[in-house]
């Protein structure tokens, strides 16, 4: 007996990782968003059809990254995968530190929740541990799942998260240039040691982060110090680093976001990320689109639609 068709529609947030000292730790849901509605059809077909950041690249098979995760999940609780209809709107600036490719592993991991419910319950954990079984780390699907700020880190039992509020003073800008950073590559420019006292400068300042950005956001130009990852890349994204010291230096707390390139200032109040767009306007020798965007506190969102309605 063939199974009846089922449509769920998805919302995922973009993310923004590492927030200066917080690396492979802290992430920030951001409001742009990746929108996709998924309809299953007989076992072993596969439509897909894709829009907006990076449509361009985007495969249009089996080894489309959220048609690999909902296939996941379906593996993981021991039930055949559907065929399936996928139509996605990438609102997710792709390769440019935004957390696309964890926005697709949670939109398939989320799009596979709607389409087994009723069926096999998925927890929180269970979110968590299939998107950073297909990720590699938890840093980026647990914000884009959560929303929110979101400490993540790994123990014996697997990707664990915390959910934390974010103060309403924080006002985040997104600087998104035309280049893209491969997530991998900057990844290998890092040593695998660092000095004692970097780990420590560190430490103390991703703890002072959260105090920032929950509680005390005129903090957050100190918090936002690293000395953990962000020097080592600066060579490959030089003009991301340039407008990164620059920022710093007239009090805006600016980082990476996340691998790079985009550069993410966490101003304190909606007046001081104008002046930051300002001065970019002014300074930098190539366009970098800005981006006034909200802390998303929901995370990604999925519901069930009737068949035919992407």
């Known amino acids: 007996m063939t199974p009846p068709r089922r449509s769920v529609h998805v919302r995922v947030p973009a993310t923004s990782a590492n927030l200066g000292p917080g690396f492979d730790t802290l992430g920030l849901a951001l409001s742009a968003y990746d929108e996709l509605t998924v309809t299953t059809l007989p076992e072993g077909e596969l439509e897909i059809e894709v829009s907006g950041s990076g449509a361009e690249h985007i ?183 340039r407008l990164v010291q620059a920022l710093r230096a007239e009090g805006f707390a600016a980082v990476v976001s996340g691998a790079g390139p985009s550069v993410l200032v966490l101003a304190d109040g909606p007046g001081r990320r104008l002046e930051a767009a300002e001065l970019v306007a002014q300074i930098a020798d190539t366009p970098w689109d800005a981006l006034m965007l909200a802390v998303d506190f929901k995370g990604g969102t999925v519901r069930e639609v009737p068949v035919g309605a992407e």
């Not at 696309?100 to 596979?112: M, P, Q, R, T």
């Not at 929303?147 to 998104?176: C, N």
């Not at 240039?177 to 000095?195: F, I």
Request: cysteine-free; aromatic content about 4%.
């Open 59 to 241: 495969p249009r098979d089996g080894s489309h990254l959220i048609v690999r995760a909902i296939r996941h999940v379906f593996a993981d609780v021991d039930r055949p995968a559907p065929g399936l209809r996928l139509v996605a709107h990438n609102g997710v600036p792709h390769g440019r530190g935004l957390g696309s490719s964890g926005a697709a592993v949670s939109a398939g991991v989320l799009a596979a929740k709607g389409l087994l419910e009723g069926e096999v319950e998925l927890s929180e954990n269970d979110l968590l541990r299939l998107a950073t079984e297909l990720e590699g780390h938890p840093d980026n699907v647990a914000p884009a799942l959560f929303g929110g700020l979101t400490i993540a880190w790994m123990d014996e039992t697997g990707p664990q998260h915390k959910k934390l509020l974010v103060h309403r003073g924080v006002a985040p800008v997104v600087f998104v240039p035309e280049t893209t950073m491969s997530t991998s590559l900057a990844r290998t420019l890092q040593p695998l040691q660092v000095p004692r006292e970097d780990a420590v400068f560190n430490v103390s300042r991703s703890a002072l982060l959260i105090a920032a950005l929950t509680q005390s956001p005129e903090l957050l130009l100190a918090a936002t110090d690293d000395k953990l990852h962000q020097n080592y890349r600066a060579e490959a994204m030089p003009e991301t680093n």
